[in-house]
């Protein structure tokens, strides 16, 4: 099975560092797959957008990103968010009240939707 050395990591911590052997992001120019090989590239990551690792053990890894960057080289897929949080770290209650607050900024209700929409794709097979 072939892999590539993959980072995700945001200004406040290192997410994950290993191999994978996919990774789907969502970029300005719109949701991209990298598979080992893939021809290098730099793309800017959406607000509100959603990674997805598969490493080679077989797990599905899914964050919420926040703006940032997805590097791609021959050996290598960096992703620097500005800010991340794994699908599994997120309360989807509070989430949920978040992201229907009228009275929270357009920011965090935009951050509660790409949250709730990790935990979505965490659940998808």
């Given at each position: 099975?072939?892999?590539?050395?993959?980072?995700?990591?945001?200004?406040?911590?290192?997410?994950?560092?290993?191999?994978?052997?996919?990774?789907?992001?969502?970029?300005?120019?719109?949701?991209?797959?990298?598979?080992?090989?893939?021809?290098?590239?730099l793309?800017?990551?959406?607000?509100?957008?959603?990674?997805?690792?598969?490493?080679?053990?077989?797990?599905?890894?899914?964050?919420?990103?926040?703006?940032?960057?997805?590097?791609?080289?021959?050996?290598?897929?960096?992703?620097?968010?500005?800010?991340?949080?794994?699908?599994?770290?997120?309360?989807?209650?509070?989430?949920?009240?978040?992201?229907?607050?009228?009275?929270?900024?357009a920011?965090?209700?935009?951050?509660?939707?790409?949250?709730?929409?990790?935990?979505?794709r965490?659940?998808?097979?």
């Amino acid at each position: 099975m072939a892999e590539i050395a993959t980072e995700l990591v945001s200004v406040e911590r290192m997410l994950w560092s290993g191999t994978a052997t996919s990774v789907t992001a969502q970029t300005t120019e719109g949701e991209i797959g990298v598979l080992p090989g893939h021809e290098p590239l730099l793309g800017q990551l959406v607000d509100n957008g959603v990674v997805v690792i598969r490493t080679t053990e077989g797990e599905k890894l899914v964050a919420a990103v926040q703006g940032g960057f997805l590097s791609v080289s021959s050996a290598k897929v960096t992703i620097l968010a500005d800010s991340a949080v794994w699908a599994g770290e997120v309360n989807t209650s509070d989430a949920e009240a978040r992201a229907k607050d009228a009275s929270a900024s357009a920011f965090e209700r935009e951050t509660a939707v790409s949250e709730l929409r990790a935990v979505k794709r965490l659940q998808e097979k």
